[in-house]
């Protein structure tokens, strides 16, 4: 399929204009401080649990937004009846009731063809009792099932130590920001007020409020899962004779832990789930809607909504930090005056937001390394990223060497020296914390869905190690940069890809690796990136683009599953190929090609597939930008490297 070489039939002229409208389009969308922001889409469970979040609270019914929120849900109805995870996904027990209870409330009747429907869907799986641990606390906090339907989350665990075998510290930020208010909230376990009385009975198949625990996930040990369902029988059991002294105490940490990092309007974790169980527990510990805390978080909330003419939906988060460092990158690319000047204020936007007074929960682990990262959300100060950190310490040091100014210096350093004292044991680096490598957690009955901890993935440590690698350091001259390589060449699969953690997914990993191998001088010809450059090569569908399903991260690894090509993906293919020096290669002007060619007059690419990964399995992503930058960036790379005689890549990513 790829034996001849087809890069003659690549027209510069025509190339040259693709990239041009890209450019154009890419400015378009700056915000007027300098920065880029896109929206970011999950499924239907964050803009269900926003109007259910209402109603809990009792809140006067905005009958407009509702309709647009119930317009987006039945939108995005799966053809099986349900709700997906990703567009045009399977069933998914979770996001369907959680949708069905959503368009209840609103009004939706329960005889409408796509809530009877729903219905069947939902039932024929086995009913609502198959639902996840989130969406049953959710539920016990409606009524709809009793609190012997969740696992037993004492408050108390604020007060262990460190060396006990549960410990906050030791689960990701993600779960510990979300656990420490729903603690609260399972010690007082409110009644939502839910005026309309809505419930949904209708969706089980026994009695809801006969519902026990669940059962053991499928990524679960039995041994493990048998051993912490014991211990959640023996708390049922004793956590009633607590002495109230200790469970005020214990109230008290959690309000402390949470005080500090409410971060104003951003929130708990600048995510939604912790800041929606903030708004709730200061619900149920007596606070008004007044309350500073609670007010603040509840405007935060707000912020989060995309509210169109007909449709509206609620963001999990925001990702301004994200997008600005990404889009730099595709600009300084794509090059020309305005682009440039365009990516120095976006940069200088970027510099302001380094978190360098501040040590986050990070710290506890690794005490003696200075702050010095960027967060992903406009603020949240206590939980700073390392694959943020590293692309915008990149696009600084691109900038500034194309400019012969070293006026980031102090921030590009400051970055590298976290980046180094973040890096794990295992050679690895995480998203958000250090050595966070404590696997048997994920098999308490609260992590059925796998993603409690946060260690160290091949995606990540890519990137870093294209950090350290752009900014001059080789495996000969640094450790970290030695330990990251072994780690990458360990964790390559047979087949030659590697595991993409935060995109999807192993197209998003190759291209990582490759372009991490390639700035850290390992030789093109090294076997492991051979294996690479074949597998990207045999994996690119007919049309000349790349696509990939988000079914490859089911537990019964099967590797790659073949989906209709995105431009997003297809770009980071082609940012792969060309870090490999393959930039001659067939398949990179067939897949330029596939760029051109579904690039629409407005410049851009439609992408309605999701592409980008929250937790695998559980929780998807489709960030809106990554249509408009990524095949900008693949586009100009392709152009600047047929220009040179070199043919390499230079840059880390």
């Known amino acids: ?19 041009a409208a890209a450019t154009e389009a890419v400015l378009g969308f700056r915000q007027d401080d300098g920065h880029w922001v896109f929206e970011l889409e999950a499924d239907a469970t964050i803009p269900s649990e926003y109007v259910l979040l209402r109603h809990y609270l009792a809140e006067p019914v905005d009958a407009v937004l509702e309709a647009k929120i119930a317009n987006y849900l039945r939108r995005i109805q799966g053809s099986h009846g349900g709700w997906p995870l990703v567009h045009d996904g399977p069933f998914d027990m979770s996001a369907s009731v959680k949708a069905y209870f959503a368009l209840k409330m609103i009004g939706d009747s329960v005889d409408a063809p796509h809530m009877v429907k729903a219905r069947e869907a939902i039932r024929s799986r086995g009913g609502a009792a198959f639902s996840n641990v989130f969406t049953r606390f959710l539920l016990a906090f409606y009524g709809v099932v009793t609190w012997r339907a969740v696992p037993v989350l004492p408050v108390e665990i604020m007060l262990l130590p460190m060396w006990s075998p549960f410990h906050l510290n030791k689960v990701s930020y993600w779960a510990r920001a979300t656990l420490v208010p729903l603690m609260v909230l399972a010690a007082l376990k409110p009644r939502a007020k839910n005026p309309k009385g809505v419930g949904i009975d209708e969706l089980f198949l026994q009695d809801p409020k006969s519902l026990g625990m669940t059962s053991k996930a499928p990524h679960q040990s039995w041994g493990w899962f048998l051993l912490f369902r014991g211990f959640d029988r023996i708390l049922r059991v004793i956590e009633p004779l607590f002495p109230k002294k200790l469970r005020a105490r214990a109230i008290e940490q959690a309000l402390a832990f949470t005080e500090e990092r409410l971060n104003g309007e951003d929130g708990l974790g600048a995510i939604y789930p912790p800041m929606a169980n903030v708004v709730m527990m200061y619900e149920a510990l007596g606070k008004d809607e ?168 091949e995606d990540v440590t890519a990137r870093c190690v294209s950090m350290l690698a752009q900014l001059g350091e080789t495996a000969q001259s640094s450790k970290a940069v030695a330990d990251g390589i072994d780690y990458l060449r360990r964790t390559q699969l047979p087949e030659g890809s590697w595991y993409g953690r935060w995109g999807l997914n192993y197209i998003y990993g190759t291209w990582s690796v490759l372009c991490a191998l390639n700035a850290a001088g390992v030789d093109h010809g090294d076997p492991m990136v051979r294996k690479a450059v074949d597998w990207l090569v045999s994996v690119q569908n007919r049309d000349g683009g790349w696509g990939e399903d988000a079914v490859s991260y089911r537990l019964d690894y099967r590797g790659y599953e073949q989906s209709p090509s995105t431009s997003s993906q297809t770009a980071w293919a082609l940012l792969g190929l060309m870090a490999a020096g393959e930039v001659e290669h067939p398949a990179v002007a067939r897949g330029v090609e596939y760029l051109k060619s579904t690039q629409t007059e407005k410049g851009l690419w439609d992408e309605q597939r999701y592409t980008a990964t929250g937790f695998p399995r559980v929780f998807y992503l489709r960030y809106h930008g990554y249509s408009k930058f990524f095949p ?12 040179t005689n070199s043919r390499m890549v230079g840059v880390g990513m």
């Open 290 to 457: 007044n309350f500073p805390p609670r007010a603040t978080t509840r405007r935060g909330i707000e912020k989060l909504l995309v509210v169109g003419e007909d449709e509206a939906y609620c963001q999990p988060c925001v990702s301004p930090v994200w997008d600005t460092a990404l889009t730099c990158h595709a600009l300084q690319e794509a090059a020309g005056p305005e682009a440039l000047a365009r990516t120095k204020e976006g940069l200088d936007w970027l510099k302001s937001r380094q978190v360098l007074d501040l040590k986050g929960d990070w710290a506890v682990k690794a005490p003696n390394t200075r702050p010095g990262g960027w967060a992903f959300q406009y603020n949240n100060a206590h939980y700073p990223d390392l694959d943020d950190t590293a692309v915008v310490v990149m696009a600084m040091d691109r900038a500034q060497r194309n400019a012969g100014s070293g006026e980031y210096d102090t921030a590009i350093a400051r970055g590298r020296e976290w980046i180094e004292g973040m890096q794990s044991r295992d050679g690895g680096w995480a998203a958000f914390d250090v050595n966070n490598l404590e696997y048997y957690l994920n098999n308490i009955p609260f992590s059925d869905h796998g993603a409690l901890l946060d260690p160290p993935t």
């Open 632 to 643: 900008l960036w693949a586009l100009a790379r392709y152009r600047n490297l047929r220009s």
């Open 1 to 19: 399929m790829h034996s001849t070489n087809l890069t003659a039939t690549v027209d510069s002229a025509a190339l040259e204009k693709s990239i």
